[in-house]
């Protein structure tokens, strides 16, 4: 069986000057990246043309280590749309170097039913992730030097300092390190630490901007600590970082535009983990897809109860989407996985794991209906399923009045695609979906959490430590209730607890903290063990990457 690689290294790739052509933008449009990337001007964003648009999202049950194929689901489903005649755009995230040399590999799909420039997607791509690193450390060396300044001191008090640096590696050796060693000339010694990239709030910051209007004057909000003396809060702009961290977006801002293996349109832009972080695409990544598109479908990172609940309580409320349908992505593996078989064993057939691991796909049917969205479960084929098992997946979703079609799409591509592209259309054509979000905004920061806990996770109750209930203070301190929540949860249970497989009940949520993005507009209640720089496994993904005389690249999945 060919490797994803081969099977994207097989592929005719067109001119991206021809892709750009299908969504009718002419070649003086393009910011040229080589021939087969470019980047896109947000000047072709269309108001009256996004409300035209019919957004879908695509979801998952909760998934195993290796994820379940959202994202190849998603390059799917857009080739399915295309083949029958409807115009489609997929819109995707981009790749974090961190898994991709990890253990989950790339994020462009796999099989038949990939974006490509593959190799160049999960590496560096246009430079994005570049840019979001060097403006978060920027912004990071500021504050040292003004730890270090005598004339423009802010009297920062070095406890207070929330701001860490970042980098695009699972790299644990830099959770907490200690900086400005060396002597007075090394700056003031204090205890910080690095996130990956992916969990910066200068990657959160560029999803949700608007234009670089909007994103300077996120980043200026961007909140760092408090004063010594007065303990007043201090924030970007009192460090006038604002202009320069915009300078550095100012090619990343734009969207990606690539292609298909079939040849179709892809938007590829931002790329926030779900666990994390918000886990979508960026804001404008999505409006520039649907100007273009009759259709666009987006997915969200890890199960619905992490990237689709953000996507819908932050983006959509934050940018005025309203999603049309729903595809939640099922496995088999998955299903044997929730049902209790060990992870070893989760590609052998087990119809008795996958009947009682259901009620995990039960829980996320319910939550896309606490939105008010109709969604359609796609079992994503493996070689591996049986019979009997797919069989057991669509009588449970008959029992429940829910429709559910198996795609095919890593070993047929689109082809695969077109029994759950002519279910997408029929549940938009008939406008069942009226989406609402779950919470409102302006409600008490707790009851935010707890409505999310109880209703989306299926907890008893949420518990707070004193470090968390020490945020919830500062945060009335800053006036900072009124922003939503983004809850760092593990992807592995609907629990905090990641041996808490299926659909567990009777725990409790426990908060260890909150952490302040006001910049990006939101609040990052973390929950459990929760990193936000992961570590490599005991066997990584680079070590099976290589290059050779020629520059072909291999290993990359």
Request: proline share 5%; aromatic share 6%.
């Amino acid at each position: 069986m060919p490797t994803d690689l081969e099977i994207a290294s097989q592929a005719t790739l067109q001119p991206i000057t021809k892709i750009a052509g299908q969504l009718g933008i002419p070649e003086e449009d393009l910011h040229l990246y080589g021939r087969y990337k470019a980047k896109l001007p947000l000047s072709l964003i269309d108001p009256v043309k996004i409300d035209q648009c019919n957004l879908v999202l695509v979801t998952a049950i909760s998934p195993t280590p290796a994820g379940e194929g959202k994202t190849t689901t998603s390059i799917g489903l857009s080739e399915g749309l295309n083949r029958i005649g409807k115009q489609t755009t997929v819109v995707l995230r981009e790749p974090s170097l961190g898994p991709v040399f990890g253990i989950k590999g790339g994020a462009t799909g796999g099989g038949h039913s990939q974006v490509l420039p593959m190799e160049d997607i999960n590496l560096h791509f246009t430079g994005d992730f570049a840019a979001i690193e060097k403006a978060h450390n920027l912004l990071a060396a500021l504050v040292d030097n003004n730890l270090q300044s005598r004339k423009k001191s802010l009297d920062l008090d070095p406890r207070t300092i929330e701001w860490k640096r970042v980098f695009d590696m699972n790299d644990r050796a830099l959770r907490h390190v200690t900086v400005g060693l060396g002597g007075t000339a090394g700056g003031v010694p204090r205890e910080t630490g690095f996130d990956i990239t992916a969990a910066s709030e200068i990657m959160a910051i560029l999803c949700l901007s608007n234009n670089l209007a909007d994103l300077k004057q996120r980043l200026s909000r961007i909140f760092i600590g408090f004063t010594f003396r007065d303990r007043k809060p201090v924030f970007a702009s009192d460090l006038n970082a604002q202009g320069a961290m915009a300078a550095l977006l100012k090619d990343a801002i734009k969207p990606n535009l690539v292609q298909t293996i079939e040849g179709n349109p892809a938007i590829i832009h931002g790329g926030p983990f779900a666990n994390i972080a918000q886990g979508t695409n960026t804001v404008i990544a999505t409006r520039m897809g649907m100007s273009l598109s009759d259709y666009v479908v987006t997915e969200a990172g890890f199960g619905c109860d992490l990237g689709a609940e953000k996507f819908l309580d932050i983006k959509c409320m934050s940018a005025g989407l309203k999603p049309r349908a729903v595809v939640l992505v099922a496995t088999v593996r998955a299903l044997r996985y929730h049902g209790g078989a060990d992870l070893k064993q989760v590609n052998e057939p087990n119809a008795a794991a996958v009947a009682k691991g259901l009620e995990n796909m039960e829980k996320h049917v319910e939550n896309v209906a606490k939105f008010g969205l109709k969604c359609v479960v796609a079992i994503n084929k493996f070689t591996t399923d049986t019979d009997e098992e797919i069989a057991l997946i669509k009588e449970r979703c008959e029992s429940l009045g829910q429709s559910a079609v198996v795609a095919d799409v890593w070993g047929q591509g689109g082809t695969g695609a077109e029994d759950l592209a002519h279910e997408v259309v029929r549940l938009v054509d008939e406008g069942a979906s009226d989406f609402k979000p779950l919470y409102d905004w302006s409600w008490p920061v707790k009851k935010k959490i707890e409505t999310i806990a109880t209703e989306i996770y299926g907890a008893d109750g949420v518990d707070y430590t004193s470090a968390a209930r020490s945020a919830l203070r500062r945060i009335k301190k800053l006036d900072l209730e009124g922003l939503p929540v983004c809850i760092a949860k593990t992807q592995k249970s609907l629990s905090d607890n990641p041996d808490l497989l299926g659909r567990p009940s009777g725990f409790d949520l426990t908060v260890r903290e909150i952490e302040i993005a006001a910049g990006a507009g939101f609040l990052v209640p973390i929950t459990g063990d929760m990193m936000r720089m992961p570590g490599l496994p005991a066997t990584p993904a680079a070590e099976l990457i290589d290059i050779d005389d020629e520059g072909k690249i291999t290993g990359l999945f």
